[in-house]
């Protein structure tokens, strides 16, 4: 049984340049869920996603990022024009249909801008 | 959405009961109480989930009071291995949308030392 599966592990992008996280969820899982973390801080939430549906994405920034869950394929999360303050790690979650809240994580996606 | 407090960081020893304790006074009816488990660089995990008095499993205990404005993960017996970071976390069950019971905060650090 594979978990959430996360790529790149690591991701260098120098700023200006735009960097894609890719995300699949546990097989059948139908929701996935983005949250970044700074160093020595809590996991901060992003975006909820169902497939091709964004569902709540009251915490992430309104511009620059973005991201999607298409019928076929990997959640993306995409951020354009990194800036050193972008630098974090970002996991994402998913979660079956029905269930009351329990997230499977990935082992996240370390992004560093220079 | 509920919000909850917890201690920022705990210390004991290997072989100790560990009691972790969350405050939740603004509790929906609805409201669930998740907690979950992170090791350094790695992805939360969940340990256990609870509505009112006990929960138990093979890993955990989780006590409620009547009231539900707080609630008590117990650790039974840890070991060096159990440190990590501990999040509380309370929302309602999934009702088709929203980031109700998804904000993690910054939990608490539990240092086991030899």
């Known amino acids: 049984n594979a978990g959430v599966m996360q790529n790149p592990r690591h991701l260098v992008r120098r700023r200006g340049q735009e960097a894609r996280l890719r995300c699949s969820p546990v097989?059948?899982?139908?929701?996935v869920y983005w949250y970044r973390q700074l160093p020595e801080e809590g996991l901060k939430f992003m975006v909820y996603l169902q497939k091709e549906n964004i569902i709540d994405e009251s915490g992430m920034p309104k511009e620059r990022f973005s991201a999607e869950f298409p019928k076929e394929g990997p959640s993306i999360l995409r951020i354009q024009q990194v800036v050193r303050g972008d630098s974090a790690a970002y996991f994402c979650a998913s979660s079956p249909p029905g269930s009351y809240r329990e997230l499977f994580f990935g082992e996240g996606s370390r992004l560093t801008v220079l | 959405l509920a919000k909850t407090t917890q201690p920022i960081s705990m210390d004991s020893y290997e072989g100790q009961e560990v009691n972790i304790t969350c405050s939740h006074n603004n509790i929906a009816t609805n409201d669930y109480i998740t907690w979950y488990q992170q090791f350094p660089s790695q992805g939360p995990r969940f340990i256990i989930q609870g509505y009112k008095t006990k929960v138990t499993n093979e890993v955990a205990s989780l006590f409620i009071p009547a009231d539900r404005k707080s609630s008590t993960l117990s650790l039974p017996r840890v070991s060096l291995s159990d440190t990590a970071v501990y999040y509380c976390?309370?929302?309602?069950?999934?009702?088709?949308?929203?980031?109700?019971?998804?904000?993690f905060g910054k939990g608490t650090h539990l240092i086991i030392q030899p």
């Open positions: 097989k059948g899982h139908s929701h």
């Open positions: 976390l309370v929302g309602a069950p999934n009702s088709g949308g929203g980031a109700d019971g998804l904000t």
